[in-house]
């Protein structure tokens, strides 16, 4: 070779390398500018998405179409377009799989939980959310990982009302993240939104404004965008506490703030939020013209967001991601079975000289692929199948989820103006006073309604781990018996409470526990005649603590016991002051039974009471 023509080709490697590294440079350096932005400057992330797109053709880096891929999916979360938010981070996320990049894919998997969880789908952003902490700890995650899963992880449970579990994450990222924070290498103010967010949960309001407080002080001294959006966290915060305590004037102060705050960023879901906290200080101070004002433009605005039609193309969006899992899989079988193929030809091959032989194993192997050719037509079917049925279900939950979100706005409304109504009853007549007060009940009624039939379904489609807890009985029973004592005095009922002298401990979840036997008092003071008696009853037999609700009622007809607990069965007892009844509190009530590991029965005599055991094994 010629020493020009050799030194010129030294001379294109060179710069091609040198132009391979710049491009890589000049990709990381627009992705991060990208996401640097927020909602008000979204379309300056879709310009460095689209300049990665071409620079995709000039440099080879896998990582630049992950990259991309995710930028899109930002910049289309800050447009509230969540179905194509969804859409882009799911790409993202598949990208990230074929390459090996578990970085990219835990960012695609937290992506995706944010997105669920506006979507007002606490559940689905949870399962996502743990394949995230899951590789989080393949990864063998640092201590700064390990902090932000459970800052993450933390508003999951408070949307599933799982708080104490919240509380328990928050506590150990605290634990994990203070001495890092001292240092000045991580900055906890999520975390401690988090905590004050779950302390309001809990209604303990004082602590949720100590860390709201703290954050807003932190963010006071912050510049740019994501500072505003950080300090409206704190001031929306603030204002519901205040709100919470009765502190009217602190939450005005802080709400207008708020609302400021989401004008200048321009943000339709921060405003949605505000109108929302701003409808319930309006209500609490009494003024329910500005109540149903500020509730009809949160409503307007949180609909605009999120509404059925998004639902169900995200559904069909999960569908496609995972047809295209199904495909790889099958791309794997296919080649397996091929290599079982070329094992058996060299079998024949091999075995050939003994014909007698080779003819009895070709008809044994042709009898066996019929019959497996059979048994996977069957399959297939059944996969078919299962796989329409889980369609099914899912829409039917979806269908659940847009009715009580698109029904408890029009009964809270019938409600507010039900109490502005009775608020001066003086120009009514007795006829209007009862027609007004059959509205509340009905409203009353209506809710009630709807949040039953999603107890049901959730408890059927929804079973979640048990939250344990070593519970003192006879402090539970009397805290739930004092629960019952108004609406007991109301029809002039005498409850009383059985309980061993002795503490008597019980590993449960509390929550679950507590549903099942309010639901059982909650019967017996409906169906029990006034100036009677309702008595509660704990006590422990060997491995089983048995827990009885008595009642001097209507009884039961012995024909309906085996039916007593069906969903929506109706019996022909009826609740001795008009109470309604859905038919659905004792379906509840043996469902939670079985998933403590209990039974329930029911003795009962028309006009002699009944008698509810609940027996649960220690």
Known sequence: MNRPIYLILLLIVFYSKLSAQVDTSGILTAYQK??????????????????????IEKVNYPKAKVLALRLHGYYYENKADYK??????????????????????????????????????????????????????????????????????APLYNHLGLYDSALYFLQEGLHIGKPLEERGLEDLSNLYNNLGQTYYYLKDYDKSIVYFAGNYKH??????????????????????SYTQVGQLDSASKYATIALNLADELNSRGKQSDTYQILSKLAQRKGDYKKAYEYQSRWYELDTAIVNGETYKAIAELEEKYEARQRENEMLLLEGEISQQKFHTRI?????????????????????????????????????????????????????????????STPFASIGMWTQLMQSDVSNLTIEQKKALSRIEQATAYGEKLIRHILDVEKVQTNQQKLQLENLDLRIFSESVIDTFQPAANRKNIRLHLECP???????????????????????????????????????????AISIKVRDEGVGIEKEELPHLFSKYSKISSQPTNGEPSTGLGLSIVKRICEELNGKISCESSLGEGSIFTVVLKK
């Not at 995706?112 to 590789?135: D, F, G, H, I, S």
């Not at 008809?363 to 796989?387: G, H, I, S, Y």
Request: proline share 0%.
């Open 34 to 55: 990208g996401m640097n932005y927020t909602e008000a400057q979204a379309d300056s992330i879709s310009y460095y998405a689209n300049f990665i797109d071409h620079a």
């Open 84 to 153: 194509r938010a969804i859409d882009y981070y799911l790409q993202t996320l598949d990208e990230a799989k074929k390459i090996g990049d578990i970085d990219h894919e835990i960012n695609a998997l937290t992506d995706l939980t944010v997105m669920y969880t506006e979507m007002k789908q606490p559940r689905k952003a949870k399962e996502v959310y743990l394949e995230c902490v899951a590789l989080y700890k393949q990864r063998g995650g640092d201590a700064r990982s390990l902090v932000t899963a459970y800052i993450n992880l």
């Open 219 to 240: 963010h006071l001294l912050k510049q740019g965008l994501n500072a505003k959006a950080n300090l409206w966290f704190d001031v929306l915060n603030l204002a519901d």
């Open 347 to 407: 079998m024949l091959i091999a075995s050939s000289s003994l014909l007698i032989v080779a003819i009895v194993a070709a008809m044994a192997f042709v009898l066996k692929r019929r019959v497996n050719q059979k048994l996977q037509a069957t399959n297939d079917l059944v996969t078919r199948q299962n796989e329409r049925l889980s369609e099914l279900n899912y829409e039917k939950n979806s269908l659940i989820s847009i009715v009580s979100h698109d029904l």
């Open 501 to 543: 002298e002795k503490s008597l401990y019980f590993l449960s979840d509390r929550q679950l526990l507590t549903r099942m036997v309010e639901n059982l008092l909650s019967n017996a003071i409906k169906y029990t005649e006034q100036g009677k008696n309702v008595w509660m009853s704990v006590s422990e037999e060997k491995d």
